[in-house]
């Protein structure tokens, strides 16, 4: 690998370390929002706003997620759905605008704004009744977007900002705050799932986050290579010996404004697709954060409540297990990133996610069954409800801990990292954007997983999540070089001397059938 840029001084990191803190508090509503929906969907008092008299009674609205009415399931659908078209929007359409035209501490205010908007269209309209049920969808929608916006943006500012050994862990820091907003979700809804008002109530206290970060992200310095693009070196100049806490930045600059000279002026959207080697890279920042997703983390964690509650009789502990799980190992990985390598993170933890989904459908096909529960309650009605050996049910949490602690190690963290480093900054706004959109795009789909376990079965959707997993793996072999330790402006170097065809299997495969074809002509 050639390296150009071997002196930067990187300074001081502490105030590199507490900026990319303070920014990563975006992650904190974003991980909140997924951790509070997977448990408040069986509070209660969500159920009462908008199962019981809405669809159905109170009988019915408690069965299994086989025997819930389509119409409430359908609503659960779309309380997900929704969100993650806001998310998509955020990602994909506002960020790389606003990231771009404003710098990238406008866009995370921006998601702040709108995470507020959305969350309180939410949380305060009563439930009871189909018309304001669109309301909050529509809220959904917005407080989706502001998830989307921080989502790029924090990871974005993070590498910007970071020093070349700390890149790692300080872009990683939003995964850790992503966690933390999990576990806090979790263990609220613990404390207020028999309240009244405890969805709305569980909802509602996030709120807290966006506000802090509304008021304290324009007392952080922009980042240097944004500032150096738009407004010129002694602008950057400033803002780099703030955030190093040295007065001699010279190399550093150099090496950005390297980059800025020798590259062409910002591509379009349509050059993006068009030029070799931009195309390739967005093809795998794409395919790391569409197979991040297919690793099935999004549908354990929001509807893990539902199939959990199914399987063990308590969903909301189970998903306290499963988050803190999540966010204890997630401490531990922030220090991996940058010693042990984002490639290598990726493939061994990939294979023990494998191993956990594959051993959590065996335990459910062979412990569990289907029965059909008789309601009568006015009608007659025959429901299917799931029957779950106690030991099997353990067991399936159990092994479903194992893959969400592997993929806090690797998959959730990197995943966002890894799409924000390796694009170069003439055209990193608008891939980050890309990237990030089609993480949320995929979530789209994964939202009609309830639709699946009928024809399928759960054994059968945790068999598919294991399969795409192990695309991943087989992606992440062949075309993603290890990036760590390489400075943003180098890693193009990288990636030219990395070639999937140099695999040690593609040589073993092409040796392989190169002997057969001789032997068959002879």
């Known amino acids: 690998m050639k390296s150009e840029h071997r002196n930067v001084n990187d300074g001081k990191s502490r105030v590199a370390i507490l900026l990319s803190g303070f920014a990563s508090l975006g992650g904190w509503f974003f991980g909140y929002d997924q951790g509070v929906t997977g448990g408040i969907v069986v509070m209660s008092s969500f159920k009462n706003d908008f199962c019981i008299g809405v669809y159905a009674n109170e009988s019915i609205c408690d069965l299994s997620v086989n025997g819930l009415p389509s119409g409430y399931r359908q609503f659960l659908i779309f309380f997900t759905l929704f969100y993650n078209i806001g998310c998509f929007l955020g990602a994909f359409v506002i960020s790389s605008f606003i ?135 002694q602008s950057a100049e400033q803002s780099l010996k703030s955030i190093r806490k040295v007065e001699n930045v010279d190399v550093e600059l150099d090496a950005i404004a390297d980059v800025i000279r020798t590259e062409e002026r910002n591509l379009s959207f349509r050059q993006l697709f068009t030029i070799k080697k931009v195309r390739q890279r967005l093809g795998i920042g794409v395919g790391v954060h569409v ?169 059968g959707v945790f068999y598919l999540f294991s399969a795409f997993t192990f695309l991943g793996v087989v992606f992440v072999y062949l075309f993603c070089p290890e990036t760590k330790g390489v400075l943003l402006e180098d890693i193009e170097n990288v990636f030219d001397d990395f070639q999937w065809k140099n695999r040690r299997i593609i040589k073993f495969f092409r040796k392989f059938c190169h002997r057969n074809i001789v032997q068959t002509a002879l």
């Open 291 to 459: 197979l991040s997703q297919t690793t099935g983390i999004n549908p354990v964690l929001v509807f893990g409540g539902i199939i959990f509650e199914s399987i063990i009789g308590n969903g909301i502990i189970s998903l306290l297990i499963l988050s803190g799980a999540i966010m204890l190992s997630t401490i531990p990985a922030l220090f991996l990133f940058d010693r042990i390598g984002r490639r290598k993170l990726l493939l061994i933890c990939g294979l023990g996610m494998i191993i956990g989904h594959l051993l959590s459908a065996t335990v459910f096909l062979t412990g569990c069954h289907q029965q059909i529960q008789t309601i009568q309650n006015e009608t007659l009605i025959e429901k299917e409800t799931i029957v779950c050996a106690r030991t099997s049910g353990m067991l399936m949490l159990i092994f479903t801990v194992i893959f969400v602690v592997c993929f806090a190690i690797s998959w959730g963290p990197i995943s966002w990292i890894y799409a924000a480093e390796i694009f170069p900054l003439n055209v990193r706004s608008r891939s980050v954007s890309i990237t990030t959109g089609s993480n949320w795009f995929t979530g789209i789909f994964l939202s009609y997983i309830l639709e699946l376990i009928n024809p399928l079965g759960i054994h």
């Open 99 to 233: 990231a771009e035209r404003f710098g990238r501490r406008a866009i995370i205010f921006t998601s702040s704004v709108l995470f507020i908007i959305g969350t309180s269209m939410v949380i305060f309209p009563p439930g009871g009744s189909k018309k304001l049920m669109i309301l909050i969808l529509i809220g959904r929608i917005v407080e989706g977007t502001g998830v989307g916006c921080s989502s790029y943006s924090c990871p974005l500012y993070a590498s910007e900002i970071a020093p070349t050994h700390l890149r790692g862990m300080l872009s990683g820091f939003m995964q850790m705050t992503i966690v933390l907003g999990l576990f806090a979700a979790n263990l609220v809804n613990y404390f207020l799932q028999n309240h009244k008002w405890g969805w709305r109530l569980s909802n509602g206290i996030i709120l807290i986050a966006p506000l802090i970060v509304m008021l304290g992200i324009f007392c952080c310095p922009e980042t240097p290579r944004w500032l150096y693009k738009n407004k010129g070196r």
